[in-house]
């Protein structure tokens, strides 16, 4: 009777871990990031500050010496925010979406204006 309750008890505490593990493993994006991209030969760069609650993200972008209000979520480790821009008039609604690596770096997409292009984001 020994060791169906020791195997159990290994069983119970391996799958403890293993929960332990994945909660400590989720991604927390909250902090300031460097944004560095490209559209179509058209340099992104600015910094943006990023918060998050579960999976809601909110923030702002500083981009020419303004902040610039953000939305987004992360779920699992796709990460995707959004931010309006408006230049000569027009106001341009920018979708960022990518993926946070094992190595802390946002990779991904940009989609403004009917046009794409790629990005990558460093934590500060």
Request: proline letters at 2%.
């Amino acid at each position: 009777m020994k060791k169906p309750a020791a195997t159990l008890a290994l069983v119970l505490a391996v799958a403890l871990s293993f929960a332990i593990n994945l909660a400590a493993a989720a991604a927390d994006v909250s902090g300031t990031w460097n944004v560095d991209g490209d559209v179509v030969g058209n340099a992104v760069k600015f910094a943006c500050t990023l918060k998050q609650d579960g999976e809601k993200l909110s923030g702002t972008a500083n981009m020419q010496g303004k902040d610039i209000p953000m939305t987004g979520s992360v779920k699992g480790s796709t990460v995707s925010f959004t931010f309006d821009v408006d230049h000569e008039g027009t106001t341009y609604t920018n979708v960022f979406t990518g993926r946070l690596g094992d190595n802390g770096v946002i990779e991904g997409s940009i989609a403004v204006g009917g046009v794409e292009g790629s990005f990558t984001a460093k934590k500060q």
